[in-house]
């Protein structure tokens, strides 16, 4: 089992920048692959970002790439999604995923707000 809780969220003017945490429990969290998703009021859940075990590799979601960067310290058990150049189109829940012993993101956090105003 993992456990995932998010924090960070909050409401910044369009241009801004936030940073997002996700912190990890349960499960040794080097040994799998996160990643980020969002859901905005309407809308399906959608994928943001996601970064292997290692760090080593990431990916983005169009949307997003270039003005926002998924990292974790495996040392703090934390992930994190830096977004900078915030668009009210940003404007969702975002949440963090781990995945599971199948290779498919099986844990959840509660989410966190993120409003961009214009």
């Known amino acids: 089992q993992v456990q995932l809780v998010e924090s960070g969220g909050g409401l910044v003017q369009a241009g801004g920048s936030l940073r997002l945490s996700c912190a990890a429990s349960g499960r040794t969290f080097s040994s799998y692959d996160m990643g980020w998703f969002r859901q905005a009021p309407g809308k399906e859940r959608e994928f943001v970002a996601h970064?292997?075990?290692?760090?080593?590799?990431?990916y983005y979601a169009d949307s997003v790439k270039g003005r926002f960067t998924i990292s974790r310290d495996n040392a703090k058990n934390t992930v994190y999604l830096q977004m900078n150049s915030l668009k009210p189109e940003d404007t969702a829940v975002y949440y963090c995923?781990?995945?599971?012993?199948?290779?498919?993101?099986?844990?959840w956090g509660q989410g966190t707000q993120v409003t961009v105003s214009s």
């Open positions: 995923a781990a995945e599971d012993e199948r290779g498919r993101y099986g844990y």
């Open positions: 970064i292997s075990w290692s760090g080593g590799s990431t």
